[in-house]
């Protein structure tokens, strides 16, 4: 290829050090602008979907979305649906709280448990190892898999429940705590379970006394991000919890009961997907509603624990 | 030996008791783990059985899905390929260019920042004036293009004069916050903005290259598509003039993969940040003394980083085959056709279990469904084993 003769001098070109190649330089200065691009290709990317996310779910947030239920009203003679007013989503609110609360109390000792042994208790490399591959494994699989799981186990046998929503949720939870525990927990320095031990501690005492508190920040963080997490799923509950309109608690006639179906606001917000746009109205809100928790929890654990963790 | 006993202070027994319960507590959680991975493989096998002895491995390759009887899975296998296969394309380069340019460019030295200013000025002005230009003569509303191209500059904007420890944290945190969002909020997004957008924008590009010019792609026949029996004819399907040509609908296997694409991204730029991160500053500091300029350390870079952004890859495949709202929304479901074109409705086999398990009409329909889901956690088991081997490692090497 012919040398393109340099417009300025060799002088010039001693003291930079750059190449005065042109191919490079151009090259040089497309990659820069590309790297530059896709980078703000995907923070844009998010700017789109939570702009259009405000936009369309601000205009039909009221609260009655909070306070209110969507009735369908069945002609009794023959059992067709007659009517369905979209009120609000209120019992899907206290179905997807009460879900979240009971697939943590399964899933978050779960996965400290296993995390702490992995980090603590493991003696045996082979067995240590072979558990952190399942759990990083379980961690992969999909969600919908998890939910027919529990469908073969809890549904078949008995019926759908609120059961065996809450354990297939617990089953997400599980791994993703014991994961970020164990990381975690390897970041307590080696230096004050030594001191520990070296004032007299017995082995559960420097963990619940020492290590724990110390890794408490952490361990918190991981938590929330996968209740965070588990608070969008939509594909596990779809078939083990059914659908309904009860609340959960309250001063109504019927409700929803944790052995029965049960509401929850993903799959409510799901089976609102087939209605005409002046009814997905509701189903943008609730998506509001649902996103501002999520990112909020998220952002809010992202920002304070920004020292924490090795990434910035 | 007198048992020292000071006020406050346990028992010896009752310290060994204690000891003894935390030990089984943490070795129960251990256990609870291993069963939860066992149980799923043996209840899955278990729930498909039946199938697995009706039609055997020939599941993978017939094309069947009559809702009573037979199956056959092979529609739904391409479906999931193939969206996940155009997710990769789509997503890796964006990826990687992000996570490259929140490693490498942004603390290069001041003059880069420069070059960075005046590269991106000038190509967000032309993507504005494209498609302003566009919108203007075609008369389309064009609406979402105007506003990537506004989010486009205010990004660009704050990068030009934002200082370098902020603007890492700021844009790792936005990318990162794509992964927090839930799937069906892409689902809905996806049909009610990036439907539109494709067919849009997209469509014409793709009709412009293998329909009016047809004869230029149309390399060797696979064979023939829309038998029809009575006229004993059918269209013939050339590969890739057949394999790209837009069709009526726009909730087809293209879209799926594109906004598949739009959630792996995160995934795989994280991780590559933190594969790049740990690369030894002599590679980079070797390249420049003898005289390379930003890209060609870049790619020296990049190529010591290879093991880690395919296991970074991988797992956004991993991620990309499991994922289900977002496509049940998009892919159209149609299981029963072969995949010829990705302009068509397809179907993943989340999107199959997503849309028809609820309510299976037969048995044997609810058993081939577990075993297509059998089929989808092996292959996913698979993959992120792999990621893991090849990523974690340089994890670890980190940590020391």
């Given amino acids: 290829m012919s040398q393109v003769s340099p417009a300025i001098s060799i002088q010039d070109h001693a003291f930079t050090g750059r190449p005065y190649n042109m191919a490079a330089r151009v090259t040089n200065a497309i990659m820069i602008s590309l790297c530059t691009l896709c980078a703000l290709l995907a923070m844009s990317l ?122 297939a949720l617990a089953f997400i939870m599980a791994p993703i705590v014991a994961r970020t525990t164990e990381e975690m927990l390897r970041l307590v320095p080696k230096s004050y379970r030594e001191a520990s031990i070296g004032v007299g501690a017995s082995r559960y005492q420097t963990l619940f006394r020492v290590v724990l508190p ?51 606001l993903t799959v409510k917000i799901w089976q609102s997907f087939d209605q005409d746009d002046q009814q997905k109205g509701q189903a943008w809100a609730g998506m509001l509603v649902l996103v501002s928790m999520i990112l909020v929890l998220n952002a809010g654990v992202r920002y304070f624990s920004r020292n924490k963790m090795t990434r910035t | 030996m007198p048992s020292l006993y000071t006020p406050g202070q346990s028992s010896r027994t009752l310290n060994c008791v204690l000891d003894f319960l935390t030990t089984s507590g943490a070795v129960a959680g251990m256990l609870a783990i291993v069963t939860m991975l066992v149980m799923l493989v043996i209840v899955l096998l278990s729930g498909a059985w039946p199938a697995i002895q009706k039609f055997g491995l020939s599941f993978f390759w017939t094309s069947r899905w009559d809702k009573t009887e037979n199956f056959g899975a092979w529609p739904v296998i391409q479906g999931t390929l193939l969206s996940s296969f155009i997710a990769l394309v789509v997503a890796v380069p964006i990826s990687v260019g992000a996570a490259v340019f929140l490693v490498r460019v942004v603390p290069s030295v001041r003059g880069v920042r420069w070059q960075i200013a005046r590269g991106f000025v000038a190509v967000i002005l032309g993507a504005v004036l494209f498609i302003l230009f566009n919108a203007f003569f075609s008369q389309r509303s064009g609406g979402i293009a105007i506003a990537l191209a506004i989010g486009l500059a205010t990004c660009g904007c704050t990068i030009a004069f934002m200082r370098n420890n902020h603007l890492i944290a700021g844009v790792s945190f936005l990318i990162e916050l794509l992964a927090a969002i839930p799937s069906i909020t892409y689902g809905l997004w996806g049909i009610m903005v990036m439907v539109p957008f494709i067919h849009d924008y997209v469509d014409p590009i793709f009709t412009w290259i293998f329909v009016t010019h047809k004869t230029w792609f149309q390399w060797f026949q696979w064979g023939v598509v829309n038998y029809n029996k009575f006229t004993h004819k059918g269209e013939p399907f050339y590969f890739p003039a057949s394999f790209f040509t837009p069709t009526a609908t726009s909730n087809n296997i293209l879209s799926a993969g594109l906004i598949l694409a739009v959630m792996i991204t995160p995934i795989i730029s994280s991780i590559t940040r933190d594969v790049l991160r740990v690369v030894p500053k002599d590679l980079e500091q070797g390249a420049y003394g003898v005289g390379a300029t930003w890209w060609q350390a870049t790619k020296v870079v990049l190529s010591y980083s290879k093991m880690g952004i395919l296991g970074a890859v991988i797992l956004g495949l991993g991620r990309a085959l499991g994922e289900t709202m977002a496509v049940t929304t998009i892919i159209g479901s149609v299981v029963d056709k072969p995949v010829y074109n990705i302009f068509q409705s397809g179907a993943t086999i989340s999107s199959l279990l997503a849309s028809e398990f609820p309510s299976p009409l037969t048995d044997m329909h609810r058993q081939s469904m577990v075993y297509a889901a059998l089929v989808l956690l092996l292959v996913t088991m698979l993959i992120n084993g792999a990621a893991r081997i090849m990523v974690i490692s340089i994890g670890r090497r980190e940590r020391k």
């Avoid at chain 1, 206290?94 to 448990?113: C, D, M, R, Y």
């Avoid at chain 1, 067995?127 to 027919?148: A, E, Q």
């Avoid at chain 1, 408490?216 to 309904?244: D, K, N, Q, Y």
């Fill in chain 1, 46 to 167: 998010l700017l789109l979907i939570v702009g259009y996310l405000i936009y369309k779910g601000t205009s039909s947030l009221n609260w009655a979305l909070f306070t209110q239920n969507n009735q369908t009203i069945t002609d009794p003679q023959t059992g067709q649906v007659v009517n369905s007013i979209r009120a609000g989503l209120q019992s899907g609110i206290q179905g997807t709280l009460v879900l979240i609360g009971l697939s943590s109390l399964f899933g978050v000792p779960v996965g400290i448990a296993c995390g702490v042994y992995l980090a603590e208790y493991s003696r045996i490399a082979w067995l240590g190892n072979s558990v952190r591959l399942m759990v990083d494994i379980l961690v992969g699989v999909p969600s919908i898999i998890v939910g027919v799981l529990f469908y073969q186990l809890v549904v078949l046998p008995y019926q759908l429940s609120a059961w065996a929503g809450a354990a």
């Fill in chain 1, 214 to 264: 110390a890794a408490s920040g952490g361990i918190i963080t991981g938590v929330m991000l996968a209740v965070a997490r588990v608070a969008g799923e939509t594909a596990p509950l779809l078939f083990t919890l059914g659908a309904t309109d009860c609340n959960v608690w309250g001063s109504d006639k019927n409700l929803a009961k944790l052995s029965d179906q049960f509401p929850s």
